[in-house]
């Protein structure tokens, strides 16, 4: 079978990207109707619709999905083999962080990191919805939380284990029984960024469902841990997020915590998992991880 054009392969990866072609137009700096014939051209060649609306969004249909993750991955092995026929080597790095995270763990070691880094330096950007790598060209590696399969052509590194488990302040927790049912008298604090994660907690703990007197949803977890800590109610945390408010007696665990092997992971493309600065970094998160637990070797599809 021959392949598709590649100007239409690009037009139908950033259509799935955007779940727009007005957005898509935009990246490639054409107008609408170069993309809708571009991806009417892929149409043809595969004998099939690519695409399904849901509301204002395009999305690929199922068939098409696969299609569509392979042809990000491919794109982006083009674009590394670029730089290196090129001769050039990016001087810094693009990094994805949960928001939480970032500000928690990752920033207080941030000099440390960047002296273990040499020369290259390290961008992090706050991610409030924590989506995979092959959703986000424009960076160059992210850390993910909980357990996370890398898609094709992604290498992820599991550097730290974690723990997590419902945190207030120590005068709420003090109201509480040994029985978790105790904080259904509570407001229960939750966040868009990670919304099974009191689920994840019930079921994982054994903990019976806890019905909460009310519920209050923030945007990203920061938020909901900004609420926890002014007595607001009770969130689900997860510690490497909370260390300093454990050590400073500005949250408590009433219920401890459990733990969550699955841990963190730096995920970047596999032809960049073997460069110095990637080496570097992923070595230091290892070696800066390994008080909160074990960490397995890397793995990629």
């Known amino acids: 079978m021959r392949l598709p054009p590649l100007n239409a392969v690009r037009a139908f990866e950033a259509v799935c990207r955007h779940g727009s072609i007005l957005k898509a137009a935009e990246e490639l700096k054409v ?14 060649h595969f004998g099939r619709k690519l695409f399904v609306r849901d509301g204002r969004r395009l999305v690929p249909t199922g068939e098409a999905s696969a299609f569509a ?7 982006d092995i083009l674009q590394r083999a670029a730089y290196e026929l090129s001769g050039i080597v990016p001087g810094r790095i693009r990094l994805g962080v949960p928001s939480a995270f970032a500000v928690w763990w990752l920033m207080p070691r941030v000099a440390d990191m960047q002296a273990n880094l040499g020369d290259t ?39 730290m284990e974690d723990e997590f488990g419902p945190v207030a302040t120590p005068a709420l927790a003090a109201t509480l029984s040994e029985s978790p049912a105790a904080m259904g008298r509570l407001t229960m604090l939750a966040s868009r960024s990670v919304p099974k994660l009191w689920d994840e907690w019930f079921a994982e703990s054994g ?12 945007e990203d977890l920061l938020l909901a841990l900004g ?9 689900l945390a997860p510690r490497a997020s909370i260390e300093d408010d454990l050590q400073r007696g500005q949250l408590v665990a009433p219920y401890g915590f459990i733990a969550r092997p699955s841990g963190y992971s730096l995920c ?27 960490f397995s070797a890397p793995t990629s599809e």
């Open 69 to 75: 993750a392979a042809s990000s991955a491919a794109f």
């Open 207 to 218: 903990t019976p469902p806890v019905v909460f007197s009310r519920a209050q949803e923030f």
């Open 268 to 294: 970047c493309r596999t032809p960049d998992a073997k460069r110095p600065a990637f080496a570097a970094l992923s070595g230091w998160l290892r070696q800066s991880g390994r008080g909160k637990g074990s």
């Open 121 to 159: 330096a390290v961008d992090i950007v706050p991610m409030t919805v924590v989506e995979p790598l092959q959703m986000h060209p424009e960076l160059d590696a992210v850390i993910m939380g909980g357990e996370y399969r890398p898609a094709a052509g992604v290498t992820a590194v599991r550097f």
């Open 31 to 44: 107008v609408r109707g170069a993309v809708r014939q571009q991806i009417a051209t892929l149409e043809g």
């Open 227 to 235: 609420a926890a800590r002014s007595g607001l109610g009770i969130a």
